[in-house]
Nanobody, 121 residues
Framework: QVQFVESGGGLVQAGGSLRLSCAASGSIFSINIMSWYRQAPGKQRDLVAIITSGGSTNYADSVKGRFTISRDNVKNMVYLQMNSLKPEDTAVYYC???????????????WGQGTQVTVSS
C-alpha cells in the first residue's frame, strides 16, 4: 500500500558530493518523521539524519556539518545532501518514515529498498 523508492546513490571520490532522494507513494494519509539510515558491510543499520513534519532536524555526530536532510511535504519526498564525503561514509542508505495509511488510518514504519553509496579514497 505504501512504497518508498530511493535514488541518487553511486560512486564518488572522497571530498565529493551526492544527493539522495526518496519518494513515497501509495495510500498515504500523512507522514510524520522521515529519516535516513545507513548500513555498512558487516555492521548494524545506523541512523544518519532525521526530520520531523515541522522541519526540525537532527544528525549523527559523524555527519554533522557535512550532510543536510530536507523534505517536501507536498511531494512526499525526503532528501539527503551529502558533502565532503569520506570513505567511511560507504554504505547502503535507506530512507524510513512513519506513515498513516489512508485506508486504515493506522501508523506504520516503512523502508525503502536502499541505495548504494561508495566513496573511494
Amino acid at each position: 500500500q505504501v512504497q518508498f523508492v530511493e535514488s541518487g546513490g553511486g560512486l564518488v571520490q572522497a571530498g565529493g558530493s551526492l544527493r539522495l532522494s526518496c519518494a513515497a507513494s501509495g495510500s498515504i494519509f500523512s507522514i510524520n518523521i522521515m529519516s535516513w539510515y545507513r548500513q555498512a558491510p558487516g555492521k548494524q543499520r545506523d541512523l544518519v539524519a532525521i526530520i520531523t513534519s515541522g522541519g526540525s532536524t537532527n544528525y549523527a555526530d559523524s555527519v554533522k556539518g557535512r550532510f543536510t536532510i530536507s523534505r517536501d511535504n507536498v511531494k512526499n519526498m525526503v532528501y539527503l545532501q551529502m558533502n565532503s564525503l569520506k570513505p567511511e561514509d560507504t554504505a547502503v542508505y535507506y530512507c524510513h518514515a512513519a506513515v498513516k495509511v489512508t485506508t486504515t488510518r493506522l501508523w506504520g514504519d516503512y523502508w525503502g529498498q536502499g541505495t548504494q553509496v561508495t566513496v573511494s579514497s
